[in-house]
């Protein structure tokens, strides 16, 4: 997975990687060469004295390093904007495969997975990556070379070169095939503890109302200690490698250093060769502990790339049409229509739909009603295709909504949900998400219609009042009416209110209905209530039980025909208001 993303998404930077491979190689023939002039400054220069070859086989050195050092420098600076660009293009990428997915796909993999997948996972990609570009193409580079350069000074102490690289590279592959699995552990850990922290920030007031902080404080506590512990225990495992790579270093460079004395002893070995051997020596070792680098990184890398591929590759289950259609706004009158519609959530028994017919049509509204999980929100969310049908078809101006593009479709409806959401920005910013090009005149148009006029006026800076992430600095009345707001604001085809009403009181919620008379004169409307005061005077009531359809008609109409109708208004008027 790891090496089929980094094939895919490097691809645009092929020319920064082609100059980090060349001042990578500079600077490895550069390392590579040092020990060779100083070997003969010491066998040429000091053992006959000449001064002159000193200097000049030094300042020859001194270039020879600045050279390698501004290469080094250059191929850290390509290398980053490589890992930088790489780190971007992912985050863009997994952002905009998010965006495409249904209810499904985020329910699937969880807000919390998510969010993590997009940061953390990227982040350890985007350094190995880095660390590849800095270290691993000079490393096998070093390292051949040196193990040249070392037979070419004495092939007999290469011996324990052979002696020293299979064993380092064994203590290697040890460590690391303990440290795959605690990688892949720890990212599961770090969604866990997303996942409490998200959901005890989110409900925060209910845990204060139940006087519940102990107890989540002691959940929180759990999942991180269990971070903690798998994050102890890869640690362990990766700080007790570089130990043992330092420890054969050090043994290989004594080792070389007794033998290469008994052969400078026995005149078959000159000092500078025993010198030049030990820097080659150390160069190879090192090459080898800055592998190490990257083997350590590799495992969690691969996981995270794991995992980022797993969003990649995860098709939406509302895919956009092959060919799309599209009708003509001015021709065709707006209309919704459910042809035998039915719904399963995926691993349900039992659908939550069943045999949906029924057709709404412009200038009238259209009431859904029932009670607690008769599936009136999963109704309306087949309309803007956040679930798609798995049976029949849902036609939106007599066109299948699956055969319209996502954004041909979305611009003809006005979604207020069940639970509003307002991003953090200001009143106007939250309005305008519907129509940017907006004027202040049409916003508090708007504001008058869903009786939102008033509280904004008496905000600071009214238009330009700040507005915290999800609205937790207004009420739920006041964020439902703003809600509501931005969907007048589009003046779209289709309106869609998915028991929007709920949070209003009596008063405001009659206003409201009477307000939007005019603006949705020759709109669609659909309204999922729980109240059946808010739906009295719809032209055509929808009544569900169990995700059938047990009536259809006016207030009056199923009074006298439908039983399960007949039972909510009882329960919620007295006979006179029930009329």
Not at 75 to 102: I, K, Q, T
Not at 255 to 265: E, K, L, N, P, Y
Not at 348 to 363: C, E, M, R
Not at 468 to 485: D, E, H, I, P, Y
Request: one cysteine or more; hydrophobic letters at 50%; proline letters at 4%.
């Amino acid at each position: 997975m790891l090496v089929r993303l980094l094939r895919q998404h490097l691809r645009p930077y092929h020319r920064a990687l082609g100059f980090v491979v060349v001042l990578q190689f500079v600077q490895a023939i550069a390392a590579l060469y040092l020990p060779r002039l100083n070997s003969e400054i010491i066998d040429r220069g000091v053992a006959h004295g000449d001064r002159s070859f000193i200097w000049r086989t030094g300042a020859a050195m001194l270039g020879i390093s600045v050279v390698q050092i501004g290469c080094a420098v250059a191929a850290v600076y390509f290398g980053a904007r490589v890992a930088m660009g790489l780190g971007r293009d992912l985050r863009s990428a997994l952002f905009h495969r998010v965006g495409e997915f249904s209810t499904r796909e985020v329910d699937h993999f969880g807000p919390p997975s998510l969010i993590t997948r997009i940061t953390n996972d990227v982040q350890q990609v985007q350094l190995l990556v880095l660390m590849i570009c800095t270290l691993l193409i000079s490393a096998p580079i070093t390292a051949v070379g040196g193990i040249i350069m070392a037979l070419s000074e004495d092939v007999q102490l290469t011996t324990v070169l052979f002696v020293a690289l299979p064993l380092m590279l064994l203590a290697i592959a040890v460590v690391l095939r303990s440290m795959v699995p605690q990688f892949r552990l720890m990212q599961e850990r770090i969604d866990q503890v997303n996942q409490v922290l998200r959901e005890q920030l989110m409900g925060i007031r209910v845990i204060r109302a139940f006087v519940r902080e102990p107890a989540e404080e002691a959940r929180f506590d759990a999942v991180n200690r269990q971070l903690t512990a798998t994050s102890m225990t890869a640690g362990r495992l990766m700080a007790s490698m570089f130990p043992m790579v330092m420890l054969i270093v050090n043994l290989s460079s004594a080792a070389a250093i007794w033998f290469g004395a008994r052969r400078i002893d026995g005149h078959s070995l000159t000092l500078g060769n025993l010198v030049a051997f030990l820097s080659y020596l150390v160069q190879i070792l090192m090459a080898a502990m800055f592998a190490t680098f990257i083997a350590v990184l590799w495992p969690r890398s691969a996981v995270s790339a794991e995992r980022v591929v797993e969003v990649l590759d995860t098709a939406t289950s509302v895919p956009p049409p092959e060919t799309p259609l599209r009708t003509d706004d001015a021709a065709a009158e707006p209309s919704v229509r459910f042809e035998h519609v039915s719904f399963h959530y995926p691993g349900a028994d039992l659908p939550v739909l069943h045999d949906i017919s029924f057709t709404a049509t412009a200038g009238t509204t259209t009431a859904v009603i029932g009670g607690t999980g008769s599936g009136k929100t999963t109704l309306v969310n087949l309309i803007p295709r956040l679930f798609d049908a798995t049976g029949g078809r849902v036609l939106l101006d007599g066109l299948d909504v699956r055969d319209r593009e996502p954004e041909d479709l979305w611009r003809r409806i006005g979604l207020v949900p069940q639970r509003p959401y307002l991003f953090s920005g200001t009143v106007a910013s939250n309005l305008r998400a519907a129509k940017p090009e907006a004027t202040d005149a049409e916003l508090w148009d708007a504001l008058d219609v869903a009786q939102a006029s008033e509280f904004v006026r008496q905000m600071p800076g009214q238009l330009d009042a700040a507005i915290a992430q999800g609205g937790t600095n207004v009420s739920g009345g006041q964020r439902q009416r703003l809600a509501m707001a931005r969907a007048i604001v589009r003046r779209p085809r289709i309106y869609l209110f998915d028991d929007s009403f709920s949070a209003l009181d009596v008063a405001t919620d009659a206003r409201l209905r009477a307000a939007l008379t005019d603006v949705v004169a020759h709109a669609v409307v659909m309204v999922v209530a729980q109240r059946v005061a808010t739906v009295l005077d719809a032209d055509q009531i929808v009544v569900l039980d169990d995700g059938e359809i047990v009536g259809t008609g006016t207030h009056q109409t199923l009074l006298t025909s439908c039983p399960t109708y007949r039972e909510i208004v009882e329960s919620q008027l007295s006979a006179a208001e029930a009329g």
